[in-house]
């Protein structure tokens, strides 16, 4: 989930992206950081970056490759239900698919309300998923990936609930063995994360098919939903 290329592609993103393009000194919260893939680029970009994860694990991975590369980063171990800093940031991100895992879905749109509450006026949030519309043009087919050790993890998602949420397993073959891990998400499509996004009381909502900017349309492999807090 967190390898050598997906961080490449992270710090490619951070790079190029017209959406992850902010002026000096903006202070940007990384909300469910994991191990830094977004942290270390947005730092370099010198942005003051906070953060957030509630896994001990993955935040000292974070601050490992944030002190290794002599990054300055603030580490926050919380729970992103929970977790709101007043006015304390200009952007918020959620990527990679770090949205939906509530079992509720008012907890789900509580996360986009904390996420307003961080954000000073005229503050933006941003939100990376897998959009309903996008997985739906290729869902169906396990995906497979090879391991250092010689091991490999098959990925298979299963609709559940009329598309209403999305089961993905896991599942590690090692020599003789196998053991499998499942996670339940909800999905969204466009219209309904656009929708959430102003229940939470965002304005001037945008969806995006990429981080490049492009329009959500047929050709997406991505969601990106973009509000503002006025």
Known sequence: MFSADRGETAAELVRT?????????TRVLDLCCGPGLFLLPLARRGYAVTGVDLSPSLLDRAAGVCAEAEVDVRLVRADMLAYADPGSFDVVLNVFTSFGYFDDPEDNLQVLRNAWTSLAPGGRLLVDVMGKEVLAGWIGRPQAVDLPDGAYVVQRDVVLDSWRRLRTDWTLVRGTTAR???????????AELHDLFVAAGFSDVECF???DGSPYDQRSRRLI?????K
Do not use: K, M, Q
């Open 225 to 229: 939903i973009r509000g503002t807090r």
């Open 17 to 25: 992206s017209p959406l992850l393009d902010f002026p000096a000194g």
């Open 180 to 190: 499998t891990a499942s996670i339940t998400s909800f999905l969204y499509s466009g």
């Open 209 to 211: 098919g990429g981080f």
